[in-house]
């Protein structure tokens, strides 16, 4: 369990790096990163209001001005913070060396993502925003840079000499964020997202891969192209939402 606000890198202000670290100021930032997690699944990025967030928070409006420097980083980091817990609860459960393992455990954290689409949908505008900083948007790539890299580098000696990993690692990330952004505009519908994002995963898989582990990625991709699915992944259906009650 973190101790702190958050394990990403990412510091809460780039200027005033935790100068204040009192029990008092800790519990501020925690109650300001639950609430902000709250409001963006509510409401996404567009109904995202600063002062709503230190009325429910319970602070300042300057106290958040001084602990996160302003509204982006601010929801960099709620973002990062819940992507963490849920994703380490994903890669407890997941086999990480196999291509189905890496696939599964992709859809199992994007499935998620139809219980939450209001905070994903906010997630990908600011890693498209052109005015996101740079750190910010680095740690939001980094969500998605992580495991495939890690993923990749199990699977080195598979991978053709010609390829330079963290570069193919970006790639992949860029990818996925393409798919789930078409996701959240509409431009993709919901029973064909998680078959999207494991099809454009695999189409780059096979271009970079060799021996056996491409004999299984491109079984696995024309498997997915006959029926829609693959059956040996996780649940890739669309899964049934509840709506979220407004809040008082």
């Not at 199992?108 to 997630?123: K, L, Q």
Request: glycine content about 4%.
């Amino acid at each position: 369990m973190k101790t702190d606000d958050t394990s990403s890198s990412l510091a809460p202000h780039p200027e005033r790096p935790l100068l204040y670290s009192s029990p008092q100021i800790l519990a501020r930032r925690r109650r300001l990163l639950k609430e902000a997690r709250r409001m963006l699944a509510e409401d996404g990025i567009d109904g995202f209001s600063i002062r709503k967030l230190c009325q429910r928070a319970e602070v300042a409006q300057r106290t958040l001005y001084n602990a996160f420097h302003n509204k982006d980083r601010l929801i960099a980091l709620a973002i990062r913070e819940a992507f963490d817990e849920y994703s380490a609860f994903v890669r407890q459960s997941s086999d990480t060396v196999s291509v189905k393992g890496w696939l599964s455990r992709t859809v199992s954290i994007n499935r998620r993502n139809f219980h939450v689409r209001n905070y994903t949908t906010a997630v990908c505008a600011l890693y498209f925003a052109p005015g996101t900083a740079r750190d910010v948007f680095e740690t939001l790539l980094d969500m998605s840079l992580r495991g495939n890299l890690t993923w990749l580098e199990q699977r080195r000696g598979d991978i053709g000499d010609w390829i330079d990993l963290p570069h193919f690692a970006r790639s992949l990330a860029d990818v996925q964020y393409a798919t789930i952004n078409d996701w959240c505009l509409g431009r993709t519908p919901d029973e064909r997202y998680l078959p999207s994002l494991v099809e454009n995963m695999l189409m780059m898989l096979v271009g970079a891969v060799q021996g056996s582990l491409a004999e299984e990625a491109a079984e696995l991709l024309a498997e997915l192209e006959t029926t829609g699915t693959i059956a040996s992944i996780a649940d890739m259906s669309v899964p049934r939402v509840t709506p979220r009650k407004p809040s008082a």
